[in-house]
């Protein structure tokens, strides 16, 4: 039996507090501004990849996510496999006495540990996890940085989950992308009481694609330009400064302002891409009464491309943010893990926010389908444990 | 018994199709941006107004409006009150046989004949009518225009109430506000077939009040001048060439991209202000599906500081945007008048619509509750139904 080589990692989620929306070349995934994201804890939401090559496998490259093969044909996964391989072939053609893995087939294999219909925005931690696998087991001395400029070509925010902690993305001027790359703002232990509930909200049906929608913005709404060439540079700094600080009221208003920035290019696209519904609106309105009751912004709003929430909090704050949203929404799924078994509810903030926030409230619990409750964490982490066995077939994780 | 002097009017409601939001000052209704709009037919929605003064009256100004009396002492209508009395008193100071109104108490009563409860801003018409009955009453020979300056210090939009057809308020540069007037783009007749479907919509609450939002809007909102300074001009000049062209394609886009970008600024207004709701967006989706099915743009939605949305249209394609809602919403109240009995639907374009969009159909129906079908229309008339009768007293309408 011939050689079988493999190397495995996880990889993080990203929610970014500025967003990414625009691309200035679709092709090489390079953004019309930069963008900044918090990493969150692998402990809750993660994907495991092992990366392996053999001159026994089919000729064809594969990719196994979930049990469910992908198609690896795209011009995206394609351009990762290809730029990973010629960074192998460099080593291999400096050294004889390496194996030559840059001309095995590819077999990936892949698999998240939250449900996909979360709409979790799951390709950055997937292509982070896929180029960070192949990286590992082609034993590239590349970093994280030079790996970001790959995986942005996967996904444009799979390059900010190559690290932990609180990450930019350097939008860059370069034609080619080669200034387009990740850099850690700073370190998940420089502000390791970061928190984030994610509130799952249940949508009729399934929104414009982001690539679609972006590009929609970009040729129609006559606001975009303001937000990429003034708005989000002057809060990158502001963000970055915040971060450093550790000052969370800079960081809380400046997320929900990008937030609702982002969403405001949206609706002025044409024809308008609404990706916020009445229950995310809801969400805002208790996320307001929160930070009424505590007479401080002390919970901040940030909404992807879909209408699910996500609210940053400090852990100090958790009994006002997290339990408050457990007195309104304890039967859903989410709570029963570490973190959600123990929270409980400030009463006098609870009855404030459901006197002040009524109505939002019964459109929270009617809307949101499950929580999922997580915290600042670390970038890709090296794993033995395998998704290939030794004879070259998918296993399960344990 | 002394003198009782008597003038009456009606005024028409207009809906802008680009949006006046921001004012440059707060005090003299001075706007960040010109805007435009349709006068609607005043056989559908309008402003009744009786004024009258005479020295028998007690000494206090009032206002009675659909039977409640209302507060005359706020600064916008001492404004209106105190700027029209200092015209009176300039014909009187240059002819000694006029009598001396503009020393005697006004008495005001105004009826609209449209519900309250539909959410229409109702203070365009009530303002234009309210100038348009005291000047009457007072024999000025001021022009719309002059007049419209004194209605825009009671309520900016209803400066545009004094014309019908399409209507312009020019922004104007001048600190007193002397330019900042509106203008008659075309009158009813040069394209009298714009048709307009209100579609009422239920809010759960009262949203921000227009006054406070656009002031919140102009501080915080970082895309806000933009619009003001950019997106604005540009759509005045297209639209006004779309009305003279009576290019119902154009004049429908900048129409919808209008009212995008206006909610989209209150979106990115800090904290966020939201008029639009599922509801309104299912509207938006119906519209969009309407000129899909049509394979043109026969229809265009806008929406003011509420979730309430106005579809206009051309009386040619009747059945594809009226017939369709009837087929929709023909259960609500609002189809039974002349306008509305008539209508039937295009049974090949509906059958499209509906199966394109099945989930805003059945949005629309349970969030809509009542229609109102109307058209372009005149400026104010002037009439002899009196709503205060010769002794002074109020009457009602017959």
């Known amino acids: 039996m011939s050689e079988i080589h493999r190397a495995s990692t996880t990889a993080p989620v990203n929610i970014a507090v500025i967003k990414y929306w625009g691309k200035r070349d679709p092709k090489l995934n390079l953004p019309t501004n930069s963008s900044l994201s918090v990493t969150l804890s692998q402990a809750d939401l993660r994907t495991h990849t092992t990366a392996s090559c053999s001159p026994s496998y089919p000729t064809e490259d594969s990719l196994l996510l979930n049990g469910s093969p992908q198609d690896v044909s795209g011009a995206r996964t394609q351009a990762c496999f290809r730029e990973l391989r010629a960074l192998r072939k460099q080593l291999e053609d400096g050294n004889d006495t390496l194996p030559k893995l840059s001309t095995f087939p590819l077999k990936i294999v892949s698999e998240n540990n939250f449900p996909?219909?979360?709409?979790?925005?799951?390709?950055?931690?997937?292509?982070?996890?896929?180029?960070?696998?192949?990286?590992?087991?082609?034993?590239?001395?590349?970093?994280?940085?030079?790996?970001?400029?790959?995986?942005?070509?996967?996904?444009?925010?799979?390059?900010?989950?190559?690290?932990?902690?609180?990450?930019?993305?350097?939008?860059?001027?370069?034609?080619?992308?080669?200034?387009?790359?990740?850099?850690?703002?700073?370190?998940?232990?420089?502000?390791?009481?970061?928190?984030?509930?994610?509130?799952?909200?249940?949508?009729?049906?399934?929104?414009?694609?982001?690539?679609?929608?972006?590009?929609?913005?970009?040729?129609?709404?006559?606001?975009?330009?303001?937000?990429?060439?003034e708005t989000v540079p002057r809060r990158m700094q502001e963000m970055q400064k915040a971060i450093q600080d550790k000052d969370f009221e800079t960081f809380a208003k400046v997320t929900m302002m990008d937030s609702n920035s982002f969403h405001a290019t949206c609706l002025d696209t044409y024809p308008p891409i609404f990706y916020l519904n009445d229950v995310s609106?809801?969400?805002?309105?208790?996320?307001?009464?929160?930070?009424?009751?505590?007479?401080?912004?002390?919970?901040?709003?940030?909404?992807?491309?879909?209408?699910?929430?996500?609210?940053?909090?400090l852990e100090e704050n958790e009994k006002q943010v997290a339990g408050l949203f457990k007195s309104i929404l304890g039967e859903k799924e989410g709570w029963a893990?570490?973190?959600?078994?123990?929270?409980?509810?400030?009463?006098?903030?609870?009855?404030?926010?459901?006197?002040?926030?009524?109505?939002?409230?019964?459109?929270?619990?009617?809307?949101?389908?499950?929580?999922?409750?997580?915290?600042?964490?670390?970038?890709?982490?090296?794993?033995?444990?395998?998704?290939?066995?030794?004879?070259?077939?998918?296993?399960?994780?344990?």
Not at 180 to 186: D, E, K, L, M, R
Not at 290 to 296: D, F, L, Q, V, Y
């Open 116 to 229: 996909t219909a979360a709409g979790l925005a799951s390709s950055a931690a997937g292509f982070a996890a896929l180029v960070r696998a192949i990286a590992n087991l082609y034993e590239l001395p590349s970093s994280p940085t030079d790996l970001s400029r790959i995986a942005r070509q996967g996904s444009g925010s799979a390059c900010r989950s190559l690290f932990g902690g609180y990450v930019g993305w350097e939008q860059g001027s370069a034609a080619d992308g080669s200034d387009s790359t990740a850099f850690q703002v700073a370190p998940a232990e420089h502000w390791p009481n970061m928190r984030a509930i994610v509130l799952v909200v249940s949508a009729a049906k399934k929104g414009v694609s982001s690539t679609t929608g972006m590009q929609t913005t970009v040729a129609t709404s006559s606001l975009f330009a303001a937000r990429a060439n």
């Open 281 to 313: 609106k809801a969400a805002i309105k208790i996320v307001e009464s929160i930070n009424a009751a505590a007479g401080k912004t002390i919970a901040a709003y940030t909404f992807d491309a879909g209408p699910n929430a996500v609210v940053y909090y």
């Open 337 to 398: 893990g570490q973190r959600g078994q123990g929270v409980t509810a400030n009463d006098e903030a609870r009855d404030k926010v459901v006197v002040d926030a009524a109505v939002a409230v019964g459109l929270l619990e009617e809307g949101v389908s499950r929580v999922i409750l997580t915290s600042v964490g670390e970038g890709p982490v090296k794993t033995d444990e395998s998704l290939i066995n030794e004879k070259g077939e998918p296993v399960s994780s344990s």
